[in-house]
């Protein structure tokens, strides 16, 4: 009887469930939306329990598809939207409130008076000190968990929500309230309430996880004011957490294997090794680079986080983080009807030679690496009469390359050195002309792998690895199926001048 993996990849805009064989081949998928609430401007919500019954009916539907039962299936692994926070009930099992995803902005004003205060216990390290030998609270916060005070992350949506929800503070505080990440949540559905935990991955996305200690930081959940009862257990990336209930799935399988989305890319796209980069292009776009097993400091704007842990051994990374990637493409259907879908964008950018001087800067939701202004608003700038709609097309994908080659330059000079090449994946990944433009602007090579579905196969390679399915990396790395190369042949005082305009526009915001 033939053995798979089936990774839970839950998605800001859907869930998926994907079923793979042990020559890391797709042996089915199924998928389905999820709802998007945004309840004033900039904010953004999903329903925990429209996620949880996603994810299950999918995984159910990709089963039927093969006519694969659980006895088949050897593991799941479980890959999600990071920072996204919910609250929910321990002893009803039911959300408090809806999910407040990552790319929610209302705790801004919040994180602007944090940036002010001084920090609740002086930090002994001086890798992060001001010219006055006194730390910033920003200084103080990144030592300890490698980011940046912003909204982005969970621990100012977790407060906020025992701030606002009635009698959730005090129900936090004896005990009857949990919290967690999306992983954690499905984790906790799947065993019925016996599993309560988050993967290194993902705690490493709250902004109250320690990264150098392994551990939630007593410090930081004091100034915030959350108490620790509610957070889940932190563990590694691959290991058996539990199983899930017979009624779901048909009978009862492992859970061996989660990891925040970005980092399951970085590990589905066999970034194993020192100095190994990937982009993922999905609603937002993420670029990581694996800096070994100690964590690496940003001086240009990016935050350091955990790739993964496995079998004692630890994995850091540095990550630039775009809100608007694919999003942006989703606006242009969905809000200005200016396409049909978002395959057809590619045929349309191709019409025109250039954007004729358009720009668009897609701060929807404010704008990320290494700029960081949560208060920025979306412009479009440079327009003319002579502008049509596939210039505005062609603009918007452009914006998507000019985020990312942002990051890749901030990549290079926290690195000291040119980065000889991007590993892609996501759907967006899937636009040739995309690929071959970020080749020219970032004047690298830009490499697609024949599968570009990495966030979910490496959960599945997690999930795998715990349980023998795949004996080690070398295994995995023999499973490559091969891959599309662009290479960079623009001008360069062409690639200068885009670049340059690029820079203008955002310095309108």
Known sequence: MDKYIMSFDAGTTSERAIIFNKNSEIVSVAQKEISQIYPNPGWVEHSPMEIWSAQIG??????????????????????????????????????????????????????????????????DSDLYESKDGTQTMSQWIKRKTGLIIDPYFSATKLKWILDNVECAREKAEKGELL?????????????????????????????LFNINTLSWDEDICKLFDIPMCMLPT??????????????????????????????????????????????????????????????????????????????????????????????IIQWLRDELHMINNAVETEEIAKKVNDTNGCYIVPAFTGLGAPYWKPEAKGIICGLTRGVSRDHIVRAALDAIVYQVNDIVTAMEQDAGCKVSNLKVDGGASNNNYLCRTQADISDTVVIRPSCVETTALGAAYLAGLAVGFWKDEEEIESTSKGFTEFKPSMEQDIRHSRIEGWKKAVDML
């Open 179 to 207: 919290f967690g990440t999306v992983e954690t949540w499905l984790i906790w559905k799947l065993t019925k309430g016996k599993k309560h935990v988050t993967d290194y991955s993902n705690a490493s996305r709250t902004m």
């Open 234 to 327: 932190p563990v590694s990336n691959s290991e058996i957490y539990g199983e899930s209930s017979p009624e779901y799935l048909g009978g009862s399988i492992k859970i061996c294997g989660a990891a925040g989305d970005q980092q399951a890319a970085l590990f589905g796209q066999k970034c194993f090794h020192k100095g190994d980069m990937k982009n993922t292009y999905g609603t937002g776009c993420f670029l990581l680079m694996n800096t070994g097993d100690k964590p690496t400091f940003s001086k240009n704007g990016l935050v350091t986080t955990v790739g993964w842990g496995r079998e004692g051994k630890l994995t850091y990374a540095l990550e630039g983080s775009v809100f608007m990637g694919g999003a």
């Open 58 to 123: 999918v995984a159910v539907e990709a089963m039927a598809k093969a006519g694969i039962t659980a006895d088949e299936i050897e593991a799941i692994g479980i890959t999600n939207q990071r920072e996204t926070t919910i609250v929910w009930d321990r002893n009803t099992g039911l959300p408090i409130y809806n999910a407040i995803v990552w790319q929610c902005r209302r705790t801004t004003e919040f994180c602007d008076k944090l940036e002010q205060m001084k920090p609740v216990i002086e930090d």
